[in-house]
């Protein structure tokens, strides 16, 4: 079964074919993702109504090119996947009208998915994937979850956050230390040249009981040792490294409760903050003390892509389930 995936919640246009008859990570035959990130630069964030305009120029010709490099005539795909929510409005209703209209013209089914679960099957199209029951951490710029997975289609929240997400406090942060948009990425990587202990900032709430998060806090604290300091390269880069550390510090105790509240050995991590070099290196560490394992999709498939809808519409479509012709959206949905 090919499958056409279709992602075009936020600022990204994804696009992918996945084909269930290849094994592994083989299966994704193709995919290929057009950032917006230059266009919304110089506002300091996404706008949304730019991302909605762009995303009409750029979809159609990404699903030629990604077709091209499947090798793929369009009239042998067998369902088109794409993201029905959450996300911007106007984002989401390029993406599912032209899947809606593609499925309908050439008589395929249509698929929506939930972007967050589309993140939380990542990692399960590299090679090896790990088998359900596991606790899936979902970090990105929107949410920040701990769920129990107990089969594909059954998940049980254990935790979330109760403020900021850990993407989003990395962004946040970014910002308010003068680095461009958009600033998770660019914190971490100045992260890698600060001194490690030079700038100390809490683990918040790991010190009661519970798998819930909060990471605005974290950013006042930055805040006021910034506007402290001297502001000078070094500096930033030590202060970068003390909240890189708080956060992925407080993200590994989390995991760890949860692992042990599901009686669970295998921790799978997805979305953008999962591609952190310094989270994924600490978890890892986490699991190889545990005895157990941790599972992260290659980098580029952590940040929004194409390829987690493909994916997670061709599992829908394995077992059976799709939808009426109706274009569907849901900014706000639950998974
Ligand atoms: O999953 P994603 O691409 O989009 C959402 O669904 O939100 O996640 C984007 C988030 C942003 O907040 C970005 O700053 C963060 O992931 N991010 C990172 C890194 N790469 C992306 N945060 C920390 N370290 C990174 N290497
Ligand atoms: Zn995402």
Redesign the pocket.
Known sequence: MKVLGIET??D?TGVAVYDTGRAGAGALRAHALYSQIALHAEYGGVVPELASRDHVRKLLPLIRQTLAEAGLAVDELDGVAYTAGP?LVGALLVGAGVARSLAWALDLPAVAVH??EG?LLAPLMEDDPPEPPFVALL?????TQLVAVEAIGQYRLLGETLDD????A??KT?KLMGLPY????Q???LAEQGRPGAYRFSRPMTDRPGLDFSFSGLKTQVLLAWRDSDQGADTRADIARGF?DA?VETLAIKCERALDAAGCDVLVV????????R?RARLQQMAEKRGGRVCFPR?EL????GAMIAFAGALRLQAGQHETAEVKVAPRWDM
């Open positions: 919640s936020c990204e996300g972007h967050m993140h970090v990105s710029g929107g949410h997400a850990a993407g989003e990395f962004d970014a958009p600033g998770g990425p914190l971490a990587k890189e956060v997805a979305g953008g903050v999962g591609a952190n070099r989270l980098p952590c940040t929004d892509n």
